[in-house]
């Protein structure tokens, strides 16, 4: 079973943990470390064989084009992780537009390509700015994979359909691919696609659900983290016992738990793993408690 491996490309001082702790004035002033990260995994994503998608965060585009090159000139996929890291909640529909173009122009710019795929920062696009979706479909991308379906402080649409599937919007369709999830019982979902949750939890607990959803549901399973979570030296900027428990904890074995990840199991792009084409095609109404609204603006 092909999954899909998926990189979130931001510096250290991306986070939201860590924005709650300092300014966006600030991030030219702070000693970069992206390229390094970034250049390391793609050293491993070489030694293993794999390819992924790097959903590249548009601030890095335009202050580390090279980045960009290093990750097309590897033979990997390019996508857009918004511009400057801004939930998707927070912003009105043509904040969040204008946010979207300025950082499809800042990858364009930097490597020639021009993204189809899109993750919000923080997994942003609930209930409340599900009329994203619209706006992506009128920008021109064909695949969105900004939904976790469990219950967070901070994101999350408990109940959403799990597998890829794709949505349909007054502007069209695009194709949803939600970040891994494990059935655990009937109404209980263990969160499985990397993260925090594999640099804080036992290897053997994302294996198991990977596995679980891979031969058990006959899924692929699409898994994330972020070039920072291999970088155990990077500075601590996030401030309170949450934000640096979620920030800070399990790097040291982030890179060995990745490293045997791509071992365990195969890995690909988003595109490879999924085309455009998803599980059942629902619209939206019928699948979901909420709609497209508001209306976005042109």
């Known amino acids: 079973m092909?999954?899909?491996?998926?990189?979130?490309?931001?510096e250290y001082f991306h986070p939201t943990e860590v924005q709650n702790s300092i300014g966006v004035d600030s991030w030219p002033d702070l000693p970069s470390r992206v390229e390094a990260q970034t250049h390391r995994i793609l050293d491993l994503l070489a030694e293993k064989n794999t390819k992924a998608t790097f959903f590249l965060l548009g601030w890095v585009a335009e202050h580390h084009p090279g980045v960009a090159r290093a990750i097309?000139?590897?033979?990997?996929e390019v996508a857009c992780h918004s511009?400057?890291?801004?939930?998707?909640?927070?912003?009105?529909?043509?904040?969040?537009?204008?946010?979207t173009r300025r950082a499809v122009a800042a990858i364009e710019d930097a490597c020639g390509i021009t993204p189809k795929a899109y993750r919000a920062p923080s997994y942003s696009v609930v209930k409340k700015s599900f009329w994203a979706l619209e706006i992506l479909v009128?920008?021109?991308?064909?695949?969105?994979?900004?939904?976790?379906?469990?219950?967070?402080?901070?994101?999350?649409?408990?109940?959403?359909?799990?597998?890829?599937?794709t949505i349909h919007t007054p502007s069209g369709s695009i194709q949803e691919i939600p970040i891994a999830t494990a059935k655990v019982s009937a109404d209980k979902l263990a969160p499985v696609g990397g993260g925090a949750y594999l640099?804080?939890?036992?290897?053997?607990?994302?294996?198991?659900?990977?596995?679980?959803?891979?031969?058990?549901?006959?899924?692929?399973?699409c898994i994330y983290f972020h070039p920072w979570e291999i970088d155990p030296q990077q500075p601590r900027i996030a401030r309170g016992i949450v934000a640096k428990l979620r920030t800070?904890?399990?790097?040291?074995?982030?890179?060995?738990?990745?490293?045997?990840?791509?071992?365990?199991?195969?890995?690909?792009?988003?595109?490879?793993?999924?085309?455009?084409?998803?599980?059942?095609?629902?619209?939206?109404?019928?699948?979901?408690?909420?709609?497209?609204?508001?209306?976005?603006?042109?």
Do not use: W
Request: proline content about 5%.
């Open 138 to 165: 009128e920008e021109g991308f064909t695949q969105d994979s900004s939904i976790y379906p469990i219950s967070h402080d901070r994101y999350g649409i408990p109940g959403f359909e799990r597998h890829a599937h």
């Open 248 to 298: 800070y904890s399990g790097l040291s074995g982030m890179y060995d738990k990745l490293s045997r990840l791509m071992t365990d199991f195969k890995f690909t792009t988003l595109s490879a793993a999924y085309g455009f084409q998803g599980a059942a095609c629902r619209t939206v109404d019928e699948r979901l408690p909420f709609a497209l609204s508001p209306k976005p603006l042109a």
């Open 83 to 99: 511009y400057g890291h801004q939930l998707v909640y927070n912003l009105t529909p043509d904040e969040f537009r204008a946010d």
């Open 72 to 76: 097309v000139s590897a033979g990997h």
């Open 2 to 10: 092909l999954n899909a491996l998926t990189i979130d490309v931001e």
């Open 199 to 221: 640099r804080l939890l036992p290897y053997r607990y994302t294996a198991a659900g990977i596995r679980r959803v891979n031969v058990e549901e006959g899924e692929r399973a």
